[in-house]
């Protein structure tokens, strides 16, 4: 997998925006909160062209009719990955939208907290998205064709964001 790294796109909101408004008619009153996460959703910050969403639920009782539901505009459920209380979903079918990564988070997830706490603390340190830009342009430079080592070079920076955060 090639690593590619851009800089910000202002487009990326509407394109979240875009696919919120598909998964928010589906899921109805099921759907508490959908947010735009991850480097996309951070105004001047580079990043891999992917878009990060948020789905949150009440709790684990609705898990299956939201899985079906999803299910239904092309989303496949593949496990937390080893993320307590994140599921992901892979979708197929859908050649028309920006690349994204779906997460189903509990209310009360320690993760979701982490995803918007970044979020926001980057959206208000120009500092910090400085030096996260600059350490994933090189990252993404040195290591074009491995995802592991690109995420390994980036691990330091993106630590000391989150302790700044107050979540180390």
């Known amino acids: 997998m090639n690593v590619i790294v851009t800089a910000y796109n202002p487009n990326w ?87 994204h990564h779906l997460y189903v988070c509990l209310r009360d997830s320690k993760e979701l907290f982490r995803h918007i706490t970044f979020r926001i603390f980057l959206k208000n340190h120009p500092e910090a998205v400085k030096k996260y830009s600059d350490v994933k342009e090189t990252a993404a430079r040195l290591f074009l064709d491995d995802i592991d080592k690109y995420m390994a070079y980036k691990a330091p920076c993106v630590e000391e964001i989150l302790a700044l955060c107050g979540l180390c």
């Open 13 to 99: 909101p509407a394109l979240y925006e875009q696919e919120a408004q598909a998964i928010r008619q589906i899921l109805g009153k099921e759907l508490i909160a959908i947010h735009h996460i991850g480097s996309t959703s951070v105004p001047g910050l580079f990043a891999k062209p992917i878009i990060d969403i948020d789905v949150v639920i009440s709790d684990y009782s609705i898990f299956d009719t939201v899985t079906d539901k999803l299910r239904t505009i092309g989303y496949f459920h593949e496990g937390d990955l080893g993320i307590k209380d994140r599921e992901t979903f892979r979708y197929a079918d859908k050649p028309h939208l920006q690349a």
